[in-house]
């Protein structure tokens, strides 16, 4: 399940995708499955993804320059992202709950890539994955990936993170099996990528 999707494709001109929230976006994802022999649960969520390329140039002759890419997303209400995954098999149980990704935003341009988040509201991902086999092998997984950041320009790129707010990420696994049982949880909160360029991550919040 998605929330928000942007995708900008500037040919031979510059591109960008801008987000502002004040309000409230929630998205929440849950999938629930009880067999007698083998149950398998997968959920998941995305909140908002902007996707920019800027191919040419922009202008002709001497004075053209490079297209530049460029996506913002500023919030100062809300987004809650959830992911819930309940497996019950006899024989075998598998539950995966994702929020991939809560924020992810690509930059890709001739000139300047540049990506900026500030958060001066709250943003939260949690990922709930629950397995019981009552025989055999129970999986559980969770994962969390909250703010996602790539920027390749072909003369500079930026990626930026402001938090003011509050960003909370949440992973629980947990499974249960009647011969073996996995249950395995990773997230990150802010990932950033750039190329020949700058990425910067200011928290002055609460992470």
């Not at 530049?68 to 819930?84: D, E, F, Q, V």
């Not at 500030?118 to 949690?126: D, E, R």
């Not at 709930?128 to 703010?147: E, M, N, P, W």
């Not at 249950?183 to 992470?207: K, P």
Request: charge should be negative; glycine fraction near 14%.
């Amino acid at each position: 399940m998605l929330g928000v999707a942007q995708l900008v494709d500037g040919r031979n001109g510059d591109a960008s995708a801008v987000v502002t929230n004040g309000g409230t976006l929630n998205v929440a994802a849950s999938a629930s499955a009880a067999a007698s022999l083998g149950a398998n649960a997968k959920a998941k969520a995305s909140g908002v993804q902007q996707i920019v390329s800027a191919t040419g140039t922009v202008g002709a002759g001497t004075t053209a320059t490079p297209a530049n890419a460029s996506a913002s997303l500023t919030n100062s209400g809300t987004i809650a992202l959830t992911a819930l995954a309940n497996a019950h098999g006899g024989s075998a149980a598998t539950a995966v709950a994702s929020v991939y990704t809560g924020v992810y935003q690509s930059a890709h341009a001739a000139g300047s890539a540049a990506l900026s988040i500030v958060n001066s509201g709250t943003f939260s991902a949690n990922a709930d994955a629950q397995a019981i086999a009552d025989t055999g092998l129970a999986s559980a997984s969770a994962h969390v990936y909250g703010l996602s950041q790539s920027a390749f320009g072909g003369s500079a790129s930026l990626a930026t993170v402001d938090n003011e707010g509050t960003i909370d990420i949440g992973l629980v696994a947990k499974a249960t099996g009647g011969s073996s049982a996995i249950a395995h949880a990773f997230g990150n909160a802010v990932y950033q990528v750039v190329g020949s360029g700058t990425a910067s991550f200011t928290n002055n919040g609460s992470l």
